[in-house]
């Protein structure tokens, strides 16, 4: 008998522990879907606006807590091609690593790509074609690679419009 009321004594003392658990992990859940539904809109607006400009190229967009960025959330797709092959004197372009320099840039400063608030470190470009945007509690970042600059600014532009809407 002393077992049952010890094993029952046991159960109602993590029982609110137990319980409180739940709500989080559905908030969790909640935050990866509301995630996964917002960025996949975003990256969607960015292939519509590049494939209508009739450019080719990576599209990016991240999301991190905070100020001083410690980690990040994001995804990506490749619209028509992720490189330019190397052709006679043209080394080509690796268009995904452009893409996520502009990002890392933009993670550090807060600021555009291509801002010049500072000289770029190794490891970045200097260029346009990512946006940036504060949210609560942390940062949204959109970045495209391929076309000129101020195209790129344009289409990384329309998938911020979605980050910001829905972060």
Do not use: C
Request: without cysteine.
């Amino acid at each position: 008998m002393n077992r049952y009321v010890a094993a029952l004594l046991l159960a109602t003392l993590l029982l609110p522990a137990l319980s409180a658990a739940q709500p989080q992990k559905k908030k969790d859940a909640d935050t990866t879907a509301n995630f996964n539904v917002t960025t996949d809109a975003a990256l969607a607006a960015m292939r519509t606006k590049a494939q209508a400009m009739g450019i080719s190229g990576v599209a990016l967009v991240a999301y991190f807590e905070g100020e001083t960025i410690q980690a990040w959330s994001s995804r990506m797709i490749v619209v028509g091609n992720y490189k330019v092959d190397p052709t006679g004197g043209d080394k080509g372009s690796n268009l995904l690593g452009i893409a996520y320099a502009k990002a890392a840039e933009m993670a550090d400063t807060h600021k555009d790509s291509g801002s010049g608030i500072r000289p770029p470190m190794t490891g970045e470009f200097g260029w346009s074609g990512g946006v940036i945007a504060q949210t609560k509690g942390g940062y949204v970042i959109a970045a495209f690679s391929g076309g000129k600059s101020e195209d790129d600014v344009a289409i990384s532009r329309e998938g911020l419009a979605k980050l910001k809407s829905g972060l």
